[in-house]
């Protein structure tokens, strides 16, 4: 039944999509020369759907009979996706025009991931789920291929084609799993039925969904494609998959925990503890040895989505809620190191990605090297940069749901992790300057880069806004 | 607001700030002068601070207080007792002595250097004055990333092993804490420190808040056998971040006992007393035998630190007046004393570059203003009386020994150990011939060095002299711990009694005889409980 009030809860979603389109045909047949127009088209697309987040589209609850879900949750969530999303269109014109051909599609596959992740965290069926993780999947294997000429690219994107496809297998399987034995794709059916006692098949279900999820939000043992994927796409895509689709992807995770599985909750919180402390503990030792920043990152991103699942775990609103407040300041910490690393260039010009080419940054560029070493320390949880108040809100939920232990563990892991990010500061400011580096920026990056280390200097002052909005989201779900 | 009528603690804290921000934009001979104003705007500050702190008996126990509920979850909330007011006047008088040390020997990146500093300043005084639990967190830990970068960047050769250590180790011993805090925050409600001193947490949780708190300022102390950051990270310093480091850092785990483990978790303290005496015994005895076979100077002194501060904590866990009063009065003195000494090294390294203490010697007859003002701080060190170390230890090892003799005892043989040291390492640099030929072309101190030495001899015999100005502030303060220790507290093995007056000689012809004193023997009858 297609009732107009469905219609307008999908609005930002059907915006991005009409738009995706129409730029296509704009990129197919005006060419590559229409590179920055599209771009910021794409970025206007993705600033009107998020105004209409603003209706009914932000706050309506159920649409298409319970397939898709607007509230406070996904609104929160879709925010930080657009946002991050439009700085990854922006920073992009710059990489590629460094002898590089500078094609169009780069920002309509953005746009059509970035519809799949407004699927994704606004299903509240396992159908709406899969084809939103799908588009969202589809739009990202060729972003991560999209140097076609570059053979690292290209081994990026067919090494995430092919886990990713495999992910995608073993969660659908879940899926129909879940299906046989509750008799519902719906999170509402599938709680229903878990409500007395959970059979071996929804047992069973349950474990491989949540499989193929921790695939997608990279959580160990399901993690080892995203170093090489960061590392060989394109670093603006590295931006670009490092902040919007692991939102996209930790929220679905947590919709569908408390939402569907809710009711089983003692079942996935093992899990959950488990994935949180292998993700901190694996991402923090296996990040120390890299030489390469973006595969740095990686495992820095592997690090912090356990953080995260800590929260998770903890599986009260306040856990959900801290969650979301993680993920807001991973991102702009993210962001903010990924405008730094874009600067990152050897004497031709080209990008560098070493981090012995960081070597002695502190006396070229003092600025670079400052917001670098914030966002470093900031990573590392270091007050009183914002990186901390991320980790104390998980850490205080866990504590209030009774697993000062889990915190223990966890806090004692985030010590191995400042110890890598302590080397690239150590690189940054300590080492000599190194031979053939010469970092250069555009007044745009610096402009960014400074608004994000404002904002992880200052961010205590956002403290009580963040509260309020990711309790309201969190209460969205519980 | 206060008795100023302006929120002092905060213009404390925002002045650096200031200044560090101001330094980054300027070049080393700006940066120098803009740190050095700042700072001792803030000395005066300090001053003014002090002036105006309240000691009647009617005082409230905080004073000063600010508060603001802009973060959230947690509050800027300011406030000082008596304990923080000294601690904060450790901080300004010792920040401007850093700058002018540094004047000099800092010639690389000068304003980051300046920035450093000043940074560091200001997360110093929030330690001391925050009122709220995750304030203090907050400052406790972000002095990490200024010191890191003091010591890596402008550090000796190993400086980057050394900045690794000192950040890892004492953020591991700190995120522990953070946990505790968390916990209770939740149990008490609140995140106020004074109210939180206050509240009675159930002994069995007790235990283990304690000892994430015991993780935390155990390591910042440092106590054996986690002290070993201590020695790398003087070493590699430069002159004026091995100040700061002896002089304030190190107290702030004494700080913290006094504040955190002490009045809210009495019966956990009590229960742990003997752990905290065993280590604090051990470190007694052993750095100070390290420190007498050690060949660098600063390195002997890193070492002499680590028993100091075992009488810090041997007195702390005393419980009682005394004890508390003289730990407190150690850390005073050994801030300044410790960090003159190694500003007596820094002159001497400055002119020679080299910690070995062999390549000295004779110095007190080519440098006898350095000679003397070194003996001064030499024979501090030592506790001497007259000297600022000679009170605390004196009313330390008072302390203790109500509550265990043999704690006293052993802890007793630091003050003749630091004496071997202390002397050994004087009359190895001072006395003797004048061998050496580029030892003999060092010029005697200059006015700087003078200007930087002499404010800190002045305070070391003003401590020792008239040590009534720096009690007095704190004695309430320190009157309402011991109360709040006095219910769980082990009741000691050495009391004094009131003694029997031996009966007055009966032998006619010497009726005037004098009765036998009977405090005399009231310290043996006390042995016997």
Same mark, same amino acid.
């Given at each position: ?478 | ?30 940066? @120098?002068?803009? /740190? ?8 005066? !500050? +300090?001053? *003014? $601070?002090? #002036? ?106 190993? @400086?980057?092993? /050394? ?8 953020? !591991? +011993?700190? *995120? $522990?804490? #953070? ?351």
């Amino acid at each position: 039944m297609l009732d107009m009030a469905s219609l307008l809860m999908t609005a930002p979603e059907l915006v991005l999509t009409a738009s995706g389109l129409v730029l296509l045909m704009v990129a197919a047949y005006a060419g590559d020369g229409s590179a920055r127009i599209v771009g910021w088209l794409s970025i206007a697309a993705l600033l009107s759907a998020g105004l209409t987040l603003c209706g009914i589209a932000g706050h309506g609850g159920e649409a298409f009979d319970g397939l898709y879900r607007a509230d406070a949750f996904s609104s929160f969530s879709k925010v930080l996706i657009y946002a991050t999303a439009a700085l990854s269109i922006v920073i992009a014109p710059r990489f590629f025009a460094t002898g590089r051909a500078v094609r169009a599609e780069y920002p309509v596959l953005i746009l059509f991931a970035v519809a799949g992740m407004g699927l994704m965290v606004s299903a509240s069926d396992m159908l709406t789920l899969y084809v939103g993780l799908e588009l969202n999947s589809l739009a990202s294997y060729v972003l991560a291929s999209f140097m076609r000429q570059d053979g690292r690219s290209a081994e990026a994107g067919l090494k995430y084609f092919v886990l990713g496809s495999l992910a995608s297998g073993i969660l659908l399987y879940g899926i129909s799993l879940l299906y046989g034995f509750t008799g519902s794709t719906s999170y509402a059916g599938i709680a229903t039925a878990m409500t007395d006692g959970l059979s071996n098949g929804e047992l069973f279900g349950l474990v491989f969904v949540l499989a193929g999820l921790a695939f997608k939000i990279s959580a160990v043992p399901f993690h080892m494609w995203t170093p090489d994927v960061y590392e060989g796409a394109p670093t603006p895509v590295t931006a670009f998959f490092a902040t919007a689709p692991k939102i996209a992807a930790v929220a679905l995770f947590v919709r569908v925990t408390i939402e569907a599985m809710g009711s089983a909750f003692a079942a996935w919180q093992q899990i959950i503890i488990f994935l949180a402390l292998a993700s901190i503990f694996f991402g923090a030792v296996g990040a120390i040895g890299q030489t390469n920043i973006k595969r740095l990152m990686a495992y820095s991103s592997i690090n912090n989505v356990g953080f995260a699942l800590v929260g998770l775990a903890a599986g009260t609103p306040e856990g959900v809620a801290a969650v979301l407040s993680y993920l807001a300041i991973y991102v702009v910490m993210t962001m903010g190191s990924f405008y730094c690393i874009l600067q990152m260039r050897d004497a031709a010009g080209n990008p560098v990605e070493d981090i012995a080419s960081l070597a002695g940054l502190s006396q070229s560029r003092k600025g670079l090297a400052a917001a670098f070493a914030i966002f470093m320390f900031s990573l590392a949880g270091i007050p009183p940069l914002f990186g901390f108040w991320a980790k104390f809100l998980v850490f205080d939920a866990a504590v209030g749901a009774g697993l000062a232990g889990l915190a223990a563990f966890g806090i004692a892991g985030s010590v191995i992790g400042a110890f890598y990010y302590l080397k690239v500061i150590k690189t940054i400011y300590f080492d000599e300057p190194a031979e053939g580096s010469a970092p250069a920026g555009s007044p745009l990056e610096n402009a960014l880069m400074a608004i994000c280390a404002a904002v992880i200097v200052l961010g205590y002052l956002l403290n009580p806004f963040l509260d309020k909005v990711s309790a309201a989201a969190a209460a969205a779900l519980l | 607001m206060n008795q100023l009528g302006f929120p002092i603690l905060s213009l404390m804290m925002a002045l650096p700030l200031a200044g560090a921000l101001a330094c980054l934009f300027s070049n080393a001979a700006t940066a @120098r002068m803009i /740190a050095l104003a700042a700072t001792l705007a803030d000395l005066v !500050l +300090g001053i *003014v $601070l002090w #002036l105006n702190f309240d000691q009647g008996l009617s005082a409230p126990q905080w004073q000063f207080t600010e508060y603001a509920p802009i973060f959230g979850r947690f509050a800027w909330a300011m406030g000082i007792d008596g304990i923080a007011l000294m601690l904060i006047a450790l901080t300004v008088f010792l920040m401007p002595i850093c700058i002018l040390a540094s004047w000099e020997s800092v010639q690389k990146r000068v304003s980051e250097y300046m920035a450093a500093f000043l940074l560091m300043e200001t997360l110093m005084i929030g330690v001391f004055t925050a009122q709220d639990l995750f304030l203090f967190y907050i400052f406790f830990e972000a002095g990490l990333i200024p010191m890191y970068l003091i010591i890596g960047i402008w550090g000796g050769v190993n @400086r980057i092993y /050394a900045s690794y250590k000192f950040f890892l180790y004492t953020l !591991l +011993g700190s *995120v $522990l804490m #953070l946990i505790a805090m968390l916990w209770m925050a939740r149990e008490a409600g609140t995140t106020d420190i004074p109210t939180l001193m206050t509240h009675n947490f159930d002994p069995k949780v007790q235990t283990w808040l304690w000892l994430a708190f015991f993780a935390s300022f155990a390591v910042k102390m440092p106590m054996w056998p986690v002290h070993t950051w201590l020695p790398d990270a003087h070493v590699q310093a430069p002159t004026a971040g091995s100040v700061i480091l002896a002089g304030v850092l190190l107290k702030m785990g004494g700080y913290g006992f006094i504040r955190f483990s002490l009045p809210m978790f009495p019966d956990a303290s009590a229960q742990f007393a003997w752990l905290v005496y065993g280590l604090s015994m051990v470190a007694v005895v052993y750095t100070s035998l390290v420190a007498l076979v050690q060949q660098d100077m600063k390195k002997l002194i890193a070492y002499s630190s680590v028993a100091h501060m075992a009488i810090v904590t041997v007195g702390l866990f005393a419980f009682n007046q005394a004890g508390v009063e003289g730990a407190m009065m150690v850390m005073l003195g050994h801030g300044l004393v410790s960090g003159a000494l190694f500003l007596c090294v820094g002159v001497i390294y400055d002119r020679l570059h080299t910690r070995e203490i062999d390549r000295y010697g004779g110095l007190s007859i080519n440098m006898p203003k350095y000679a003397v003002l070194f003996l001064l701080f030499t024979m501090a060190s030592v506790g001497l009386p007259g000297t600022s170390n000679f009170v605390g230890e004196f009313l330390s090892l008072m302390g203790v020994y109500q509550a265990s003799s043999w704690v006293a005892l052993v802890s007793t043989t630091g003050i003749i150990l630091g004496a071997a040291y202390m002397l050994y390492l004087y009359r190895r640099i001072c006395y003797g011939d004048l061998t050496k030929e580029d030892v003999r072309a060092m010029p005697d101190l200059n006015a700087r060095e003078i200007a930087i030495l002499a404010p800190i001899a002045a305070a070391v015999l003003w401590m020792g002299i008239y040590p009534e100005s720096f009690l007095a502030p704190m004695r309430a303060d320190v009157r309402a711990v011991v109360a709040r220790m006095e219910p769980a507290k082990h009741p000691g093995d050495a009391h004094l009694t009131a003694g029997k007056p031996a009966a007055p000689a009966a032998h006619g012809g010497h009726g005037a005889a004098a009765p036998h004193e009977p405090s005399a023997t009231t310290e043996h009858a006390g042995e016997a409980h």
